[in-house]
C-alpha cells in the first residue's frame, strides 16, 4: 500500500512542526502545511489525509472541508466544550476520522488502565487527576486529562456534574462521588498525567510524563496511516493501538 499523502493544519505550532519532523524521518510527504490565512480549501483538496492541530475555533471548517472533498482526518487539537465535541465528532462521522486528545502510546495505556482501575476500585477509592503543561498551553484541562475524567466518570456512572476543577470557595469534607481535576502550568514541561485512587489505608497513582513532543507526532503519524484504510466513522488510539 503507498504511504498517504498528509496535509497539516496548524503547521506553525509547536506539534506541527514536531509533525513535519516525525514525518520527514518516516519519509512521509507532507503535500500541504496549512496555517491561519491560508485556503484550507486548496491545500485540503491535494492530500489523502489531513492532520489538524490547529485550534479549536477552526476544527468546524477543516471538518466541512475534508467531508467535502472526502479526505481521511486525524484530529489533535483540544480546547471544544462537551457540546462543541459532540457537534464536532457527529460531522466528522462521515469519514474516516481519528479523535484523541493524545497520541502518545504510553498515555493511550494509561487511559486503559485508568478504566481498569476505575472499575475495580469502589467508589470508597477517592478519583482525582492531575496534569502539568508548558506556561504556554492555552487550554486546561489538557485533551488527555479531559479523556482520562471521561473514562473515570463511566466506569463509575457519574454525569460531569461530579467534577471538581480545583476546589476554592468549596466548604465541607469530600463526598464519595466527586472526581477532582487540577491543572498545573509552568515552564516547559511537555505533558505530565496522573491518575489517583486513594482509600484509607493505600494509594494506587499511575502516572505518565512526556519529555519529547515527538512522541505525539509519531503517533499521530500512525494514526493517519491506519485511518486510510478504514470505513467512515469516528475512531481513537485505543482502535489504532488495538487497545479497545
Same mark, same amino acid.
Given at each position: 500500500m503507498s504511504l498517504p499523502r498528509l496535509v497539516i493544519t496548524g503547521s506553525a505550532g509547536r506539534m506541527g512542526q514536531a509533525l513535519h519532523t516525525a514525518a520527514a524521518a518516516l519519509s512521509l510527504e507532507v503535500v500541504a502545511s496549512l496555517d491561519q490565512g491560508d485556503d484550507l480549501s486548496a491545500g485540503i483538496s491535494q492530500g489523502d489525509v489531513v492532520i489538524d492541530f490547529s485550534s479549536h475555533t477552526v476544527t468546524a471548517e477543516v471538518i466541512r472541508l475534508i467531508v467535502q472533498h472526502?479526505? $481521511?482526518?486525524v484530529v489533535g487539537t483540544t480546547g471544544h466544550t462537551s457540546e462543541e465535541k459532540a457537534a464536532l465528532v457527529a460531522s466528522a462521522g462521515a469519514i474516516p476520522t481519528v479523535w484523541a486528545g493524545n497520541y502518545s502510546v504510553g498515555v493511550n495505556l494509561l487511559y486503559a488502565l485508568t478504566r481498569r482501575a476505575a472499575a475495580v476500585l469502589g467508589s470508597d477509592y477517592d478519583a482525582e487527576v492531575i496534569e502539568m503543561h508548558h506556561r504556554y498551553k492555552k487550554d486546561a484541562p489538557s485533551g488527555t486529562a479531559a479523556r482520562m475524567l471521561e473514562i473515570i466518570l463511566e466506569e463509575r456512572k457519574l454525569t460531569?456534574? $461530579?467534577l471538581r476543577h480545583g476546589r476554592q470557595g468549596i466548604t465541607? !469534607? #469530600?463526598t464519595d462521588s466527586e472526581v477532582g481535576i487540577h491543572s498545573l502550568r509552568g515552564g516547559d514541561v511537555v505533558g505530565e498525567h496522573t491518575a489517583i485512587f486513594a482509600a484509607l489505608g493505600e494509594r494506587l497513582e499511575l502516572t505518565h510524563r512526556a519529555t519529547d513532543r515527538g512522541i505525539y507526532a509519531q503517533g499521530a503519524l #500512525? !494514526? !493517519?496511516?491506519w485511518v486510510i484504510s478504514q470505513p467512515a466513522g469516528v475512531y481513537d488510539m485505543q482502535h489504532v493501538l488495538g487497545l479497545d
Open positions: 472526502g479526505k $481521511a482526518l460531569e456534574n $461530579a465541607g !469534607a #469530600r #500512525r !494514526a !493517519a496511516q
